[in-house]
């Protein structure tokens, strides 16, 4: 088992990323709604396809906790029972945690996906701390870090919770955001624990700490696009269906976000100049540069193009494997050392 955790951990990685790309699909589509409830879907453990299954109607069965649209309300099942000829209000009661009341099949199961994925990046991750106990004697940081890890899965699936009855909060959606690069972030550090060895760089502290500001960096221009986005995603609430309507009066959160890829960029070919000049060794420089070339791209083109499809949501995954990236250079930058663990 202790020879194959890092591709245990590798795996986790990935499916944590897959989520990652799920909720850029459910952000790119709109579809954050399309399961009211948590952790069902309308009351289902397979969500409807049809309207007529969120539809009261006699001589159907129903179990306690499903759900029907009435009259622009969710109704949420008080106990099992078989409906009569006629609406029995003993049965039901107004579901709470927010009033939208809107089915979309598309929506809704894109939502289901993307909790799926959640799911599946939860086990894993479970898996891998189960493996971790390998290393107790050895290096201890790395079952702790691994159950810290599925804590914190637990932690994000109790946030998208709160997104869904807070009907989509900025503030909540940014914070879900960053806690899923966290979780990225300590999954890296298991990863770098357990291999033998780092590839070979030089060490420099003045890259390290530039290199600390970048990811720094990252992170903030991560958590403001998310806020622009949450404002596009505002104007369609409003009713602005078309595209070219979207950045028509932008905010002054736009304008900081597009002129933040500037000091972003400056600084990283700051560090890919050093890294070149000095022979570091800091291979991924290559892949941060061109990451932020894809991102500064796609972001122009949802500004000038009136947002391509998939562009958001290759905006929004480029942004967290660049982050990913960033981290693991940093522990590749980390002062040798002759500790163990």
């Known amino acids: 088992m202790k020879k194959h ?10 499916l944590v990323y897959l989520v990652i790309v799920a909720g850029a699909l459910v952000r790119m589509t709109g579809s954050g709604m399309g399961c009211p409830d948590w952790p069902k879907c309308f009351g289902y453990y397979i969500p409807p396809t049809d309207l007529k299954e969120l539809t009261w109607a ?10 029907i649209i009435k009259d622009e309300t969710l109704l949420v099942a008080k106990d099992n029972f078989t409906t009569q000829t006629n609406f029995d209000v003993s049965h039901w009661e107004k579901y709470t945690k927010h009033d939208y009341a809107i089915f979309n099949p598309l929506h809704t199961w894109i939502e289901y996906i993307n909790r799926l994925c959640g799911a599946l990046a939860g086990m894993a991750c ?33 946030l998208g919770a709160k997104v869904v009855y807070s009907v989509l909060n900025p503030i909540k959606i940014t914070v879900h955001m960053v806690m ?14 357990a291999r033998p060895k780092l590839a070979a760089v030089t060490y420099n502290s003045t890259f390290k700490n530039v290199l600390l500001l970048s990811l720094l960096l990252t992170l903030i221009q991560v958590a403001i696009g998310t806020q622009v986005r949450q404002l596009v995603d505002q ?39 050093k890294n070149r000049k000095l022979n570091l060794g800091f291979a991924k420089m290559n892949w941060v540069l061109a990451l932020i070339g894809i991102e ?19 905006h929004l995954v480029l942004a967290s494997i660049l982050f990913g990236i960033q981290f693991y250079m940093i522990l590749e930058a980390q002062k040798p050392s002759s500790a163990n663990s």
């Open 296 to 314: 500064i791209l796609t972001g122009m083109a949802m500004a000038y193009l009136d947002f391509p499809i998939g562009s958001q949501a290759i």
């Open 235 to 273: 104007q369609i609430k409003n009713g602005l269906t078309e595209s070219i309507l979207w950045l028509q009066n932008p905010s002054v959160t736009f304008y900081i976000h597009r002129s933040f890829s500037v000091i972003v960029l400056l600084v990283n070919v700051y560090l890919f100049t």
């Open 180 to 193: 899923a690069l966290v979780i990225v972030a300590v999954i890296l550090y298991i990863i770098q624990l």
């Open 126 to 158: 479970f898996f891998m701390a189960i493996a971790s106990f390998k290393f107790w004697k050895e290096k201890k940081r790395i079952p702790l870090l691994s159950w810290l890890v599925v804590f914190m899965m637990g932690f994000q699936a109790w």
């Open 5 to 14: 955790f890092p591709t245990i951990a590798k795996t986790a990685l990935v």
């Open 58 to 67: 006699p001589n159907r069965t129903f179990e306690k906790g499903q759900v």
